[in-house]
């Protein structure tokens, strides 16, 4: 989608500015200075916007885990993101809900639910994630 202009073929920056979320403008500002943040650093900036998504999207209780959980996340590290479907939920919630967080955060979100983590790993990850 082209930013809007104005009639003098200028960029109308008050109506781009009202035309994006405040998350993704941070995103595009932090880019433009080349200034790039951690996801523990995005998530905790938004932590209230995820909760609001997750329950929006028939799921629930949202936990990190991996290098977020660790302090170990760098820049351009994902955010590891395990949610529980609600009953009802289908697939699509949780694609709309991925690429909602995604849109939200501006880092690469893998985003699971309990049972698609290996059996191996899965009662340690439950264990140690963390609610955000």
Request: avoid cysteine.
């Given at each position: 989608m082209a930013p809007p202009r104005a009639q003098?073929?200028?960029?109308?920056?008050k109506t781009v500015l009202e035309e994006v979320k405040p998350?993704?403008?941070v995103k595009r500002l932090l880019l433009l200075g080349g200034i790039y943040?951690?996801?523990s650093e995005v998530l905790e900036m938004n932590r209230k916007q995820?909760?609001?998504l997750v329950s929006s999207n028939r799921t629930s209780?949202?936990?990190i885990f991996g290098s977020v959980l660790h302090g170990?996340?760098?820049e351009g590290s994902d955010l590891d993101i395990l949610?529980?479907?609600l009953l009802g939920a289908m697939l699509l919630d949780l694609g709309g809900l991925l690429d909602?967080?995604?849109s939200l955060l501006g880092v690469h979100i893998d985003l699971v639910t309990p049972g698609d983590l290996p059996s191996k790993i899965r009662a340690k990850r439950l264990e140690d994630a963390k609610a955000i």
């Open positions: 003098s073929g200028r960029f109308n920056s998350a993704e403008l943040m951690r996801p995820v909760r609001d209780n949202p936990r170990t996340d760098k949610v529980d479907v909602d967080l995604e």
